[in-house]
């Protein structure tokens, strides 16, 4: 509902809900009411003047949802098909249909595979890492100078240590003392 709300170009409007979960049956959303019985749909299309049906059943299995929408196919002027693919990037996204196999396929475009978009991340991520730095080491010097009055006992120090390509190196290191 919410996306059909964003989007008010695409035109729908919205006449009702259909749900099997009898816990949801009864239940309003935004005023209107959630009828039950999938098995009904074909039903409420005639009655209800209906002309496009949206179908968004995250849990429903294949063959269900297949089922469903070959039933409708024929009733319906237009059905709208939700996929559950939450977590899949969707900016640079394209539908590919294949005819005779009676299939589709999304199109993921990996921006990164041209050198100039490269390029163009690589000097956003220096320009925006040289804007933050300032606030973070800001943020650093306050938290030692706040650990420095907290603590009765020396909070930081300078040691060397071993790296891996056999050289010492000098830190600084912070200690945080618990009470």
């Not at 089922?67 to 394209?94: C, W, Y």
């Not at 005819?99 to 595979?113: I, M, R, S, Y």
Request: glycine share 6%; with cysteine.
């Amino acid at each position: 509902m919410n996306a059909l709300r964003k989007e008010p170009n695409y035109g729908y409007k919205v006449i009702g809900f259909l749900d099997d979960d009898e816990t949801k049956t009864g239940m309003r959303i935004e005023g209107l009411k959630v009828r039950r019985g999938i098995d009904r749909a074909t039903s409420y299309l005639k009655s209800g003047n209906v002309s496009d049906v949206i179908i968004a059943m995250p849990g429903a299995g294949k063959e269900r949802l297949q089922n469903l929408i070959n039933s409708l196919q024929h009733k319906a002027e237009r059905i709208l098909f939700v996929p559950d693919m939450h977590g899949i990037a969707v900016l640079g996204t394209s539908l590919q249909h294949f005819f005779h196999e009676q299939a589709f396929a999304l199109e993921l475009k990996n921006n990164l595979a041209r050198p100039m978009n490269i390029f163009l991340k690589r000097c956003f991520d220096l320009v925006m890492s040289f804007l933050l730095l300032p606030f973070v080491l800001l943020s650093m010097l306050i938290i030692g100078v706040l650990i420095k009055i907290d603590s009765p006992v020396r909070s930081s120090f300078p040691r060397s240590a071993w790296e891996e390509a056999r050289k010492i190196v000098s830190l600084y290191e912070i200690q945080v003392h618990v009470r």
